[in-house]
């Protein structure tokens, strides 16, 4: 057995920082490599960072905050060479269902940056403990019901921008009460907003088709699906005939700010951020496992937990919302060639370059584009297959599934607009 003496070991910082640590054998077919990589996942990051900020009730701009902020801090301290950190479809509706206790946009943004401070600090204190073996050990059940609740809860909240109807305020700004009106009194869908969200379902799943028959693994169809329907807006002058669209995203980088300590609020935030740190914990061990068994790296969990802690602590002081390892982005990145954690910092700068040159133009995008794109990205985000199998299996499963996702999916509404 070989002993590895303490002078072999390499220094603390690469250790620490295992993006330090690729580059002493870094080279420039790497950085070719990692370039053409972040870029290709900055093209689809976005479009999804925006999608998921509105879907968690916040304006499209803190999505885009936690993509540039969340992704740069996690490639850095990241064990794993391909994940990208940011907003998360799951994590976004667990955001959503957790800070709807406050009631205006102003406080919403708030408690959510004050969320990710909470979630950043449990996941230290589960790495500090060396605690994140034990996630292994909560019932896949468990993770079937919430993605199922989550994605129910996603379709609900996004209807009301998918058809256009118009906020009534009050207890019964619901789906379900606006969904009734609807079909009883002919409510009050706009018809060119739900033909902009129908369109863009269909030419999402039809660029992945394409995408598919032709091999062409690295086309960003969310980014184009995107740009087009903004495009049908500003031709046809479809914002004067209701069609409601994003408005105005500054153009300027996150400044530093320190969160808002409240400790009232943050009594009713602990539960909620418990769950959301250990579920983003889930998501990132999830996609790092599946990566390492493609590229045989190594994988080391205690890592990934100070990582994703550190991206959400860090990403609170640059009002960010609370995210986790994205399943999309980092499949992406692998597939586009990523060969280090820079590919992740190549992102996030190409996500900072986007928003700061291209914010004034985004005000087009329909809102119903992005409603759309969540819609579709429910649809896979449950595991049909999981789900059926766990009905069948036992009554105790079928339970679990169904308390799990009726908990988090209650007949409400965000003020999400």
Not at 77 to 82: G, H, I, L, V
Request: glycine letters at 8%.
């Amino acid at each position: 057995m070989t002993v590895t003496s303490q002078e072999d070991r390499p220094p603390w910082i690469y250790r620490v920082v295992p993006a330090f640590d690729a580059l002493r054998h870094y080279r420039l077919t790497d950085a070719r490599a990692d370039l053409l990589a972040g870029i290709t996942v900055a093209a689809v990051a976005v479009p999804q960072a925006m999608a998921y900020a509105l879907a968690a009730g916040l304006p499209a701009q803190y999505g885009l905050y936690t993509a540039i902020i969340m992704t740069a801090v996690g490639a850095l301290f990241a064990s794993s060479r391909q994940l990208i950190n940011g907003p998360t479809n799951a994590i976004s509706i667990a955001v959503l269902s957790v800070i709807s206790i406050v009631p205006s946009v102003d406080e919403k943004i708030q408690a959510a940056v004050l969320l990710a401070f909470m979630v950043g600090i449990i996941q230290l204190v589960i790495t500090s403990m060396r605690l994140g073996d034990l996630t292994r050990y909560i019932s896949h059940s468990v993770i079937i019901g919430f993605t199922l609740g989550a994605s129910a809860l996603l379709v609900l909240d996004q209807m009301k921008n998918l058809l256009g109807l118009a906020s009534m305020g009050g207890v019964h700004d619901t789906f379900l009460y606006r969904f009734w009106l609807t079909m009883t009194q002919g409510g009050d869908v706009n018809a060119a907003t739900l033909s902009i969200g129908l369109a863009t379902m269909a030419m999402v799943l039809g660029l992945r088709w394409l995408k598919n028959l032709l091999g062409l693994r690295l086309l960003p169809e969310l980014l184009i699906t995107v740009l087009a329907m903004a495009a049908v807006v500003a031709w046809f002058g479809l914002e004067a005939n209701g069609v409601r669209v994003v408005g105005e995203i500054p153009a300027r980088l996150p400044t530093p700010t320190l969160p808002t300590i409240d400790y009232e609020l943050i009594r009713e935030l602990s539960g909620g951020a418990l769950a959301i740190a250990i579920l983003g914990l889930l998501e990132a061990i999830a996609m790092s496992k599946a990566i390492a068994a493609q590229t045989r790296q190594r994988f080391n969990v205690n890592q990934l937990c100070l990582s994703e802690g550190l991206a959400n602590f860090t990403g609170s002081f640059f009002q960010c919302m609370p995210g986790s390892g994205s399943l999309t982005r980092s499949a992406i990145n692998h597939q586009a060639g990523a060969v280090s954690q820079w590919s992740g910092v190549v992102s996030a700068v190409a996500v900072a370059l986007i928003m700061v040159a291209f914010a004034p133009y985004a005000r087009l995008i329909p809102r119903a584009a992005l409603a759309g794109i969540l819609i579709v990205s429910a649809w896979k985000m449950i595991d049909w297959g999981g789900l059926f199998y766990h009905l069948r299996v036992t009554r105790f499963d079928s339970v679990i599934i169904g308390v799990t996702a009726f908990r988090l999916s209650p007949s409400r509404s965000s003020s999400a607009s």
